[in-house]
């Protein structure tokens, strides 16, 4: 899980400088500095529930489910399957017009929950609604990490029961 394209020589997971701040930049807070952090080291994090099991995300301070406040970080596995997508022909935010076209999409955590974000090294006419997804990283303006997700390879895909 490495970083998907270069970077900008800032330091990973800190919140960008007023100057070098885009449309990309998230506001970082000490509640989701973990999950930035853990970006940057090439690692995704949800949240469980210690209450009712269930995993989230965006993260949040509370469980969605059933509103414990017993919610814990926990590294998620990285796969994913393609729920929905659109492809982004023109958008007029830096960074984002330099990377037209792109697939903005919604993505199914293997852990349950489901996670807004982009795919990448894959031709549009290859995106496929329940297609294998696994996290990779790309570093924005001001040395943020984020997740992005792209195809599993072939070799790397477990081998389908006959029939399936």
Sequence with gaps: MGV?????????????????????TPDIDDFTRPWWDAAAEGRLLIRRCAACRRAHH???????????????WERAS???????????????LPPFGARTPYAAAVVDLAEGPRMMTEIVECAEEDLRIGMELEVAFREEGGGVVVPVFRPVP???????????
């Design 4 to 24: 998907a394209s270069g970077g900008t020589g800032a330091t990973p997971g800190r919140a960008a400088s007023p100057a070098g701040r885009t449309a990309a």
């Design 58 to 72: 965006y993260p949040r301070e509370f469980c969605p489910h059933c509103w414990s406040e017993e919610v814990r």
């Design 154 to 164: 072939e070799a790397d895909r477990p081998a389908r029961p006959p029939g399936a």
């Design 78 to 92: 990285g796969r994913a399957t393609l729920y929905t997508w659109s492809v982004v022909h023109r958008n007029d």
